[in-house]
T-cell receptor, first 115, second 115 residues
Framework: AQSVTQLDSHVSVSEGTPVLLRCNYS??????LFWYVQHPNKGLQLLLK??????LVKGINGFEAEFKKSETSFHLTKPSAHMSDAAEYFC?????????????FGQGTTLQVKP | DTAVSQTPKYLVTQMGNDKSIKCEQN?????MYWYKQDSKKFLKIMFS???????INETVPNRFSPKSPDKAHLNLHINSLELGDSAVYFC??????????????FGPGTRLTVL
C-alpha cells in the first residue's frame, strides 16, 4: 500500500533562516512525488514535482526537494524563509501502479514564519 | 484566465437539505476530481472522472453523487446534508495517461457549512 508521512505537523522558523519540511513515503512502485502549498483560505498550488528524472528537484519560490530512494524520503527545503512562505504544505505521492490519477496526501505541515 | 473554477465559494445550509457544487476547468484536461478537506486540513480523494467515466469512487456515502456532463465539468450533488459533511471541497483536474506523472490543478475550494 502507498502512504505518505509528514514528520512534523508544525514547523516554526524565523524569517531569513532555512526551512526543512520532512516527508517519508511508502510505495511498492516507482512513485511520482509532489509538494503542494496551501495559503490560508486558498486552493492548492504545486510547488515542485519528482517524476524519476533528476533526484534534486527545484520548484517555485526558491523551494527544492531531494528524492532519496534509500531513505524513502522527499524532504522540502528552502535556504531562507520569507514571511509569505507561511502556509500549509502537503507532501503527495502518486503511486506508480496507478492509472487513475489517484493522489495520496500527507497530513500536512503548517509552516510559521516569525519576523 | 481561471484554470479550475468552483461555485459557490461558500455554502451555508441546514441539515437535511440537498445542495450542489459545480466545477469547471478550461485546461483541456481529460480527468477531474473531487477532494474533501476536513477540519484538520486532511485531504482525501472522493471521486474522479476520466472522459466522463467514473474511475475513482472512494468510500463515500451514496448521498454524494458526482456528475460529469462533459470533460470540462464535474459537479457534486449532496443529498440530505449532515453536520459531518461540513468541510472544504476541492475540485481538481489533470491530463491522465502521461505515465505515472499526474500533476493536478486545484480549484479555490468550496467551504460547506451545515447547521
Amino acid at each position: 500500500a502507498q502512504s505518505v508521512t509528514q514528520l512534523d505537523s508544525h514547523v516554526s522558523v524565523s524569517e531569513g533562516t532555512p526551512v526543512l519540511l520532512r516527508c517519508n513515503y511508502s510505495s511498492s512502485y516507482s512513485p511520482s512525488l509532489f509538494w503542494y502549498v496551501q495559503h490560508p483560505n486558498k486552493g492548492l498550488q504545486l510547488l515542485l514535482k519528482y517524476t524519476s528524472a533528476a533526484t534534486l528537484v527545484k520548484g517555485i519560490n526558491g523551494f527544492e526537494a531531494e528524492f532519496k530512494k534509500s531513505e524513502t524520503s522527499f524532504h522540502l527545503t528552502k535556504p531562507s524563509a520569507h514571511m509569505s512562505d507561511a502556509a500549509e504544505y502537503f507532501c503527495v505521492v502518486s503511486p506508480g501502479s496507478s492509472n487513475t490519477g489517484k493522489l495520496i496526501f500527507g497530513q500536512g505541515t503548517t509552516l510559521q514564519v516569525k519576523p | 484566465d481561471t484554470a479550475v473554477s468552483q461555485t459557490p465559494k461558500y455554502l451555508v445550509t441546514q441539515m437535511g437539505n440537498d445542495k450542489s457544487i459545480k466545477c469547471e476547468q478550461n485546461l483541456g484536461h481529460d480527468t477531474m476530481y473531487w477532494y474533501k478537506q476536513d477540519s484538520k486540513k486532511f485531504l482525501k480523494i472522493m471521486f474522479s472522472y476520466n472522459n466522463k467515466e467514473l474511475i475513482i469512487n472512494e468510500t463515500v456515502p451514496n448521498r454524494f453523487s458526482p456528475k460529469s456532463p462533459d470533460k470540462a465539468h464535474l459537479n457534486l450533488h449532496i443529498n440530505s446534508l449532515e453536520l459531518g459533511d461540513s468541510a472544504v471541497y476541492f475540485c481538481a483536474s489533470s491530463l491522465l495517461g502521461t505515465g505515472n506523472y499526474n500533476e493536478q490543478f486545484f480549484g479555490p475550494g468550496t467551504r460547506l457549512t451545515v447547521l
